[in-house]
């Protein structure tokens, strides 16, 4: 079906398409029969897939990457297309507007975007509102943080301590997004002394929260396993990898926009971020993978560097919905054809 929508989708401005998206499937708010009936009939539920990661059980290892439902309205219907889990966000404290449009743009034949949203958001007032009213809750529901754009950096502690009172109860896991391109200076605080500041006092606050750290794909080698120390020195419980890139590996007339890259070409590099991190951790660092998956070999090559869960974004604007169930099938295959019997046991590769 999506093959006969995409046409038309991708005859509106991207961002037109997002929001008609999301709320086609935040329509299922109202309907949740229908959400769950089509949740159970994708078999979402997947035995030999199933995973536990920071003591949280997910039904299957494919997840909604931040980004897709800044502002949680649409999780019963994300819900009903069958991930394993959804991060809601990025969330910061008070609403924002975030950049001028257009601000994302689809470069087709990469399959790839280019944003620069620039955490346009409601707020954690109404994010809080959504959170406690989303009874139904098939498989974790993350949410991750940002400071707001003038917050100076100094003081952008305040913005995650607050988001980690205000919102971490409501969360099944928080994740710490200090990777986005289009926040002026963030990434700074990826570099170790900031850091370790940052990551001690939200542990601090939410000292038994599944607390995740979302990292850039631009960090260079050293620098991964640099935040992989601090991230274990804090005792978080997992790392995602990645977020989007700034680099531009494509030639489109599109890649001279500014923004994060994300799709198809980020897809080496965060795969290449995810085996640094696995391999200085030496498997002790639970990694959730991100970056240009869409397809089940996609997610296997993540699983086999060392993801133990995967997230999509891009690869659902170009394939449809029908990819989480194309991945979940693939995976399976996988595991039958390596003789395996669960997921976990690939994770880092497998023997042959
Ligand atoms: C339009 C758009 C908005 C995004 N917004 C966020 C965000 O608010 N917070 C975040 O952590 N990541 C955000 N991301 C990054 C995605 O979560 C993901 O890390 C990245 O797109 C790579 O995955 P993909 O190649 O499957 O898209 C956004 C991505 C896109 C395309």
Redo the contacts with the bound molecule.
């Keep these: 079906m999506y093959a006969a929508l995409r046409p038309l989708l991708f005859r509106l401005p991207a961002e037109t398409a997002?929001h008609a998206g999301i709320w086609a499937l935040s329509l299922a708010e109202g309907a949740p029969n229908i959400a769950r009936w089509h949740r159970n009939r994708l078999k979402a539920q997947r035995p030999a897939l199933a995973m536990t990661v920071a003591g949280l059980t997910f039904s299957n290892p494919v997840g909604i990457?931040?980004?897709?439902d800044?502002n949680a309205e649409a999780m019963t219907g994300l819900f009903g297309i069958g991930p394993g889990f959804i991060e809601v966000?990025?969330v910061t404290p008070r609403a924002q507007e975030g950049n001028a449009t257009p601000r994302?743009f689809r470069l087709i034949e990469d399959e790839a975007?280019i944003?620069r949203?620039g955490?346009n958001n409601a707020g954690a007032d109404a994010v809080a509102g959504r959170l406690r009213e989303q009874t139904w809750r098939p498989g974790p529901i993350g949410v991750?943080f940002?400071k707001n754009r003038d917050t100076p950096l100094e003081r952008a502690t305040d913005d995650y301590v607050g988001l980690a009172h205000q919102l971490g109860p409501l969360a099944d896991y928080v994740?710490l997004?200090l990777?986005?391109p289009n926040t002026p200076g963030l990434r700074a605080l990826q570099e170790p002394d900031a850091l370790r500041v940052l990551l001690s006092l939200v542990r601090a606050v939410l000292p038994k929260k599944p607390l995740f750290l979302?990292i850039a794909p631009d960090l260079s080698d050293h620098a991964v396993r640099q935040a992989v120390d601090v991230v274990l020195e804090c005792k978080l419980d997992a790392l995602i990898a990645?977020?989007?890139t700034l680099e531009r590996n494509v030639t489109h007339a599109l890649a001279k926009e500014t923004g994060?890259l994300?799709?198809r070409p980020?897809?080496a590099r965060?795969t290449e971020v995810i085996r640094v991190a696995f391999e200085h951790s030496e498997g002790t660092l639970p990694i959730i993978g991100?970056?240009?998956?869409s397809s089940a070999d996609d997610a296997w090559e993540k699983i086999l560097a060392g993801a133990s869960l995967v997230?999509?974004?891009?690869?659902l604007v170009f394939n449809g919905p029908g990819l989480i169930r194309a991945i979940l099938d693939g995976l399976e295959a996988k595991l039958a054809q390596h003789k395996l019997s669960s997921l976990q046991a690939a994770v880092g590769g497998v023997a042959g």
């Design positions: 997002h990457a931040a980004g897709l800044k966000g990025t994302v975007l944003n949203m955490f991750n940002g994740v997004n990777s986005s979302k990645t977020n989007t994060g994300s799709g980020l897809k965060a991100v970056g240009g998956i997230q999509i974004y891009s690869g």
